[in-house]
């Protein structure tokens, strides 16, 4: 009965020529159906590596740079029209890395591609990959991609340079060399259909093989003045509060977007809890002044630069002093 709704709507939206909704609803029926088929899923070998996340974000909750913004709407256009790609000879690409320090976005932006593909999202479990003993990390590994081909999904491998690290660093032992090397392997046999999104804080220390097998590497920098003022009027706003955002960002100063989020909640809860009796502007002149507290009391805590939002193209990657066997 759901499939045959679906499958209609899908027809009246094409038949309108709404192709997007249309291609989005028969994707996200298929991998329902996909889904479905592996009825006893959780008892396969691999799945225990993984912790599936219901996607929330939307790539419309998020502020990124228009030059991120195209790269992403690109590379869902591929993937919806994968058999066009195919019956070219191509494939779309389904391969991502993002960087950038610490609380700017790179998560969220994983999250909301899972669900702008409407695929299933999966985070990758450190402490249940990374074993003891020697060769068992590199076999877990295999273990955990032998599942994920098994049906379309956005996979998340965070803090990848837990894995991802330079071969020729002389201080590392041989296990984490066979681990790189057998990830490399896993991720040329991965099929298109999986996309794979790594995140770093420190892109310097990835093994150069590692960084070249991503097809999109964006750059997630700290927020400018402008961005974060954007980002609150989008939130706030969502939340039907009226703030006058230039004035707030001047007073928090620059702060990451989980800072910023964080912020926020405060913001709401207070008001929540508050009934209503407190006008915004108070609302947050009081957040603000514990905020203010609340950063100094980290004396030795440096608050990110401003700085502008760029892709890194596909033929660069930043310097490393590291020698690379």
């Given at each position: ?6 499958e209609?709507l899908?027809?009246e ?9 249309a ?14 088929s592996?009825?006893?899923q ?10 599936e ?13 228009p030059e991120?913004?195209?790269q ?12 066009l790609?195919?019956?070219?000879g191509?494939?779309p ?12 976005g790179k998560?969220a932006?994983?999250?909301?591609l899972?669900e702008?593909l ?24 295999a ?8 049906i379309?999904?956005?996979v998340?491998f ?7 690290k330079?071969?020729?660093d ?7 060399k066979r681990?790189v ?5 896993q991720?040329?046999?991965?099929p ?8 770093t ?7 150069r093989a590692?960084w ?5 590497r964006l750059t997630?920098p700290?927020?400018t003045?402008e961005?974060l003022a954007?980002y ?7 939340a039907?509060?009226?703030?006058d955002?230039?004035k ?7 702060v990451?977007?989980a800072?910023?989020?964080?912020f926020?909640?405060?913001v ?8 209503g009796?407190l ?11 514990l905020?203010?507290?609340r ?11 401003q700085?502008t939002?760029k892709?890194?193209s596909?033929?660069?990657?930043p ?7």
């Amino acid at each position: 009965m759901l499939r045959t709704t679906v499958e209609t709507l899908a027809a009246e939206e094409r038949a309108q020529q709404h192709d997007a909704l249309a291609d989005r609803l028969t994707r996200a029926l298929n991998s329902q159906v996909l889904h479905s088929s592996y009825g006893s899923q959780k008892a396969q070998p691999g799945r225990e590596l993984i912790s599936e996340v219901k996607p929330r974000k939307k790539l419309s909750d998020l502020v990124l740079s228009p030059e991120v913004e195209q790269q992403c709407a690109e590379l869902i256009e591929e993937q919806f029209r994968a058999d066009l790609l195919r019956s070219h000879g191509l494939e779309p690409r389904h391969r991502v890395l993002l960087s950038g320090p610490p609380g700017n976005g790179k998560t969220a932006l994983a999250e909301a591609l899972a669900e702008a593909l409407a695929l299933p999202f999966y985070s990758v479990r450190y402490d249940a990959l990374i074993a003891s003993y020697l060769g068992e990390t590199a076999q877990r590994l295999a273990r955990l991609f032998d599942y994920i081909r098994t049906i379309p999904c956005v996979v998340l491998f965070d803090e990848f340079d837990a894995i991802g690290k330079e071969r020729g660093d002389e201080h590392e032992t041989g296990e984490i060399k066979r681990v790189v090397s057998n990830f490399l392997l896993q991720v040329d046999a991965l099929p298109s259909y999986v996309v794979i999104v790594a995140a770093t804080n420190h892109p310097e220390l990835l093994d150069r093989a590692a960084w070249r097998r991503f097809q999109l590497r964006l750059t997630m920098p700290a927020p400018t003045a402008e961005e974060l003022a954007k980002y609150f009027d989008k939130t706030f706003h969502a939340a039907d509060m009226e703030v006058d955002v230039k004035k707030l960002v001047r007073s928090i100063g620059l702060v990451s977007y989980a800072e910023a989020t964080d912020f926020v909640l405060d913001v709401q809860r207070k008001n929540i809890l508050g009934l209503g009796q407190l006008t915004p502007k108070s609302l947050i002149e009081e957040k603000v002044r514990l905020w203010s507290k609340r950063v100094g009391g980290a004396p030795d805590a440096k608050r990110p630069r401003q700085t502008t939002a760029k892709v890194r193209s596909a033929g660069k990657r930043p310097k490393n002093t590291r020698r690379s066997t």
